[in-house]
């Protein structure tokens, strides 16, 4: 064999969930790059998994960049960690750093800019020849750098758009070759957020609502073309009602739905007639259309082309749910679930997450408590530090004026 490509099983396996008896109705959508989709932050973690129309914060690249705009701080600063899988292995990581700076008019500062690096680390691998030799150790890995741009339109919307480079390295040689390299795509996101003060009884609430278009690009290959994959693009929509219970108490109830805009791809039981005989030309038809596909027609086909028809498109929508609970804006308690259909991957699971915030930074902290059967996603961690960089400023200014 001149060379082979690392597959990460146990990626797949905790996308995908546990397999059933009825596999002719298991049919989960595939990409590359999956751990674009990872969550990265602690709040959202503890939220289950949600964020598009969440109260802004540093972390809001991965939700929804439209966000930015809103932020009470001109600037932040935040680094996260997620060890991942370790019912499986223990040396598979998530490592995320996000920052923004908001600009302009001062005293309004209606536009951001903001960063973000995602590093998804595979651990350390022995590759092997055929005949089961060791020959060396690899480092597979996954990236993406993202720069976005966000803006209030009117004093409670604002859009935003996000690029992104990204850069898979999953595969090696066996003989020395370059044929497997690492695979490099761009993608682009696209977002908004609205929020209003409504009053209910005698108590101003607040009502948010957001979208975000995530991973619209290219696709990734590994060899040159001969297979390509597509990007995990998303279609996130949130609405967040945030009300107070008592002085310095707040409740916030918010829900996420999520679809990957991916085109299903095409199975060899779904090419059998009343008989059970198999249509090997049409299967090998759909494939190459499959394969040949653009990923923006990609994205208006994925509405439209499971085999379950209607019913079968309803089961790819994901959900999220969370309650957030603050006291003075400075202690958080977080619930949530996140489920999956148990035949589009059978992610189920709810989420625990605590938080303080003081003076300039932030804290945050969620766990992962799976309520589906072997799931591999069971007891994940998460951990955030944040950095309010105005206030830090600020602090740092006034000491030096003070001496």
């Known amino acids: 064999?001149?060379?082979?490509?690392?597959?990460?099983?146990?990626?797949?396996?905790?996308?995908?969930?546990?397999?059933?008896?009825?596999?002719?109705?298991?049919?989960?959508?595939?990409?590359?790059?999956?751990?674009?989709?990872?969550?990265?932050?602690?709040?959202?973690?503890?939220?289950?998994?949600?964020?598009?129309?969440?109260?802004?914060?540093?972390?809001?690249?991965?939700?929804?960049?439209?966000?930015?705009?809103?932020?009470?701080?001109?600037?932040?600063?935040?680094?996260?960690?997620?060890?991942?899988?370790?019912?499986?292995?223990?040396?598979?990581?998530?490592?995320?750093?996000?920052?923004?700076?908001?600009?302009?008019?001062?005293?309004?500062?209606?536009?951001?800019?903001?960063?973000?690096?995602?590093?998804?680390?595979?651990?350390?691998?022995?590759?092997?020849?055929?005949?089961?030799?060791?020959?060396?150790?690899?480092?597979?890995?996954?990236?993406?750098?993202?720069?976005?741009?966000?803006?209030?339109?009117?004093?409670?919307?604002?859009?935003?758009?996000?690029?992104?480079?990204?850069?898979?390295?999953?595969?090696?040689?066996?003989?020395?070759?370059?044929?497997?390299?690492?695979?490099?795509?761009?993608?682009?996101?696209?977002?908004?957020?609205?929020?209003?003060?409504?009053?209910?009884?005698?108590?101003?609430?607040?009502?948010?609502?957001?979208?975000?278009?995530?991973?619209?690009?290219?696709?990734?290959?590994?060899?040159?073309?001969?297979?390509?994959a597509y990007l995990p693009a998303n279609l996130r929509l949130g609405t967040t009602f945030k009300f107070p219970v008592a002085d310095y108490h707040t409740l916030a109830l918010n829900l996420d739905l999520n679809k990957l805009m991916v085109p299903t791809a095409p199975r060899q039981q779904d090419y059998l007639d009343a008989e059970g005989n198999y249509d090997q030309k049409a299967y090998q038809e759909a494939t190459e259309d499959y394969n040949n596909m653009s990923s923006f027609k990609g994205i208006f086909k994925s509405f439209s082309d499971a085999p379950g028809g209607f019913k079968e498109e309803l089961q790819e929508i994901q959900v999220s749910t969370g309650l957030e609970y603050s006291y003075n804006q400075q202690f958080f308690a977080r619930v949530g679930y996140y489920y999956e259909n148990k035949y589009k991957g059978n992610r189920q699971y709810l989420t625990f997450g605590a938080g303080f915030s003081l003076s300039v930074f932030t804290l945050d902290a969620a766990y992962v408590l799976a309520t589906a059967q072997s799931s591999p996603l069971d007891q994940t961690l998460r951990f955030t530090l944040g950095f309010d960089m105005a206030g830090l400023k600020d602090l740092v200014g006034g000491g030096r004026r003070r001496r």
Do not use: H
């Not at 964020?51 to 600037?75: H, I």
């Not at 951001?112 to 651990?123: C, E, I």
């Not at 040689?173 to 682009?188: L, P, Q, R, W």
């Open 1 to 228: 064999m001149k060379y082979r490509v690392i597959i990460i099983t146990i990626i797949l396996s905790a996308l995908c969930g546990s397999t059933y008896a009825q596999k002719s109705q298991f049919n989960p959508i595939t990409t590359g790059v999956t751990s674009l989709n990872i969550a990265p932050d602690a709040r959202g973690g503890g939220l289950g998994d949600l964020g598009v129309a969440s109260d802004p914060d540093v972390n809001s690249q991965f939700w929804n960049p439209a966000k930015y705009a809103f932020t009470e701080s001109r600037g932040g600063l935040a680094v996260s960690y997620t060890p991942w899988l370790r019912k499986l292995v223990n040396d598979i990581n998530l490592a995320y750093v996000a920052g923004y700076w908001k600009f302009g008019r001062y005293g309004n500062d209606p536009q951001a800019l903001s960063a973000t690096l995602r590093y998804f680390s595979l651990g350390s691998i022995q590759t092997t020849d055929e005949g089961g030799n060791v020959l060396s150790s690899v480092n597979p890995y996954e990236m993406a750098l993202d720069l976005g741009y966000s803006r209030k339109l009117t004093g409670n919307f604002s859009m935003a758009v996000a690029l992104r480079f990204i850069y898979s390295d999953l595969g090696y040689s066996t003989d020395g070759s370059s044929d497997v390299k690492g695979a490099a795509a761009f993608a682009a996101d696209i977002a908004g957020y609205q929020t209003f003060y409504p009053i209910v009884g005698r108590s101003e609430c607040q009502w948010s609502w957001g979208f975000n278009i995530s991973n619209i690009g290219t696709k990734v290959s590994y060899d040159g073309g001969a297979n390509n």
